[in-house]
């Protein structure tokens, strides 16, 4: 039997189902997804048939289209339909669905052509799937209504975000709640390119990943952002669907646009303080942990991090009143953002404690950032308070730490900072 030479990691962590299989459906890799979704082993079914776990698979289809992929040396797509079964997977996840089963999109890609080996892709679609039933059954109870087919095209391109385009991005035909969303006339839309329009009204809009999937001739979805003329941020969920001929041939794609901003802010809610609207301390857990554990810090490559406490912040709230204290952190947060660099991750840690990630720097580099923000601190003046001032404890990430032993370090510099007299930078 020919060695595979595939990444077990990378394959195993993938959130879809992997195998891999020859002209005579020989199973040769069986990935974690698809031992946890199938119940099957991968020691179970390496070296086996696949026919003989799966007889209900329509063989003399799947053979045509790993003839075809190993022939053209590209993917092909096996439709996995009611009448074209492929593996049955059941559903584990709660839903209101009499969907029992997963619905999947499989893909068949060329592996080792020499050895006539193919990899195909499961994709659970079930959700995507029944929002394609909950589609049908509106567009059944309007056809009730009206029998005439216009009808539900009307109520369609009132109410959906949805254009449709050729195999070079171009747009054939967009709907009239797409150009209203965005502004638009028909004449400025329809035989323009979709990078091209939305560069005259958004300043960040992702159109790329979009592109690309129709230059894959590609089902693909996922999530994209739009700034508006306006200044108001949208995100959308998006769905590239290719329309084929009865030869199979992509004629064009539809493109459909679900606004997601609430989800967006809701998220966004979760990870960021409220008052300062810094990154909330778990947020900022999640991303000191990753950071940690990357591989390639060593003692020429590290970062550092920085504790801030506002001095003598009780002395503030109890004075002038936790208004004018939250003023001050405000104001602190504000300053802080605009001194840290690019890339620098800051948080409020709590109280009137923030903290701050300094990727890629020495000691010498830490200290001059946190020198920067005390300074900055130093110069802030506030109409009722005056002046506040900060203290500041520095540390960088050596070989073996950990995200508490950072913290501890970090800590203890700071209550040094304290104890030679506030409003100052120490190092541990």
Partial sequence: MVTIPYPNVLLDAL?????IIDENFEVRYWNQWLEINTSHSASEMIGKNL???YPQIDYKVLARKIRTTL?????????????NRFIEIPRTKITTSLLMNMQLQVTISPYIVEDGMVMVSIYDISDLHELKLTLQSQ???ISELNSELHRDKMIIDANLLIVKMDEECKIIEATTAFLDFFGYQPESVVGNYLPRIFGEVSVDFDTIQICDAIARHQKSSGEVKAVLASGEEVWFDTVVTPLNDDESDTL?????FHDISDKKRIELLSITD???KLFN???FNEVFENMVLRRHWDEHRTFGLIIADVDHFKRVNDTFGHQSGDRVLIEVAHIFSQTIRTGDILARWGGEEFVCLLPDVDREKALYVAEKLRLAVEQLHFPDVGTV????GVTIFASGDTQESMMHRADLSLYKAKENGRNRVEYL
Wanted: charged share 25%; no cysteine; glycine share 2%.
């Fill in 389 to 392: 001032t900060s203290s500041f």
């Fill in 274 to 276: 409220p008052l300062t």
């Fill in 71 to 83: 022939r053209l040396e590209s993917p092909t797509f096996y439709d996995a339909s009611v009448q």
């Fill in 281 to 283: 301390r778990h947020k």
């Fill in 252 to 256: 064009s794609y539809t493109v459909i």
């Fill in 15 to 19: 959130e879809i189902g992997v195998m």
């Fill in 139 to 141: 567009m059944k109870k």
């Fill in 51 to 53: 026919r003989d776990f």
